[in-house]
């Protein structure tokens, strides 16, 4: 009966180790996940703003180029 218990309540000790050992784990897990998700939020709104950019600097790219196209038809 003795032994038993001795078994038992090494089980039990592991047990609780291995359910430390899993919070643990779990909290470490998310705290990733949120700054995973917080850098790809950073690095999307930074391609948003690079995306606008490249739109606005081909805007312009375009514009110049028909300025110039007019010119040299004035030519």
Do not use: C, P
Request: proline content about 0%; overall charge negative.
């Amino acid at each position: 009966m003795k032994l038993k218990m001795d078994v038992f309540q090494s089980t039990n000790d592991g047990l609780i180790s291995e359910k430390k050992h899993l919070t643990l784990e779990l909290k470490e897990t998310k705290e990733l996940l949120h700054i995973y998700e917080e850098k790809t939020k950073q690095l999307m709104e930074d391609l948003q703003n690079t995306t606008g950019e490249l739109q606005s600097n081909k805007r312009e790219m375009i514009g110049f180029s028909e300025i110039n196209r007019d010119r040299e038809a004035k030519i």
